[in-house]
């Protein structure tokens, strides 16, 4: 069984800055994909950034330029760096990671953490 356990969120101004951190723990070997979804009052759950295994990235076209994953070298901690965050942005976002198994993947998610954007 694999947690991952989130920390970042909170309430800033538009325009404001904010860091989300992700580390999973359980049984994995190498370095795993990881990202961010988020998901808004009324709204479907959206992907937000990825990074690969190999350290290739993906975003939303929403946040491009606004938002930066990375992943502390050589482990599997991530960071969803938020910065010009917009009221739109507000969400709970959630961390997941893919474990690859000999008889297949599986997906695992964080508990969520709530970011707001508002003055």
């Known amino acids: 069984q694999v947690h991952l356990v989130e920390s970042g969120g909170g309430l800033v101004q538009p325009g404001g800055s904010l860091r989300l951190s992700c580390a999973p723990s359980?049984?994995?070997?190498?370095?795993?994909?990881m990202g961010w979804y988020r998901q808004a009052p009324g709204k479907e759950r959206e992907l937000v950034a990825s990074?690969?295994?190999?350290?290739?990235?993906n975003y939303a076209d929403s946040v491009k330029g606004r938002f930066t994953i990375s992943r502390v070298s050589g482990k599997n901690m991530v960071y969803l760096q938020m910065n010009s965050l917009k009221p739109e942005d507000t969400a709970v976002y959630y961390c997941y990671c893919t474990v690859t198994y000999v008889y297949g993947s599986s997906d695992y998610w964080g508990q969520g953490t709530q970011v707001t954007v508002s003055s």
């Open positions: 359980g049984r994995i070997f190498g370095i795993i994909p």
């Open positions: 990074i690969t295994s190999g350290g290739s990235t």
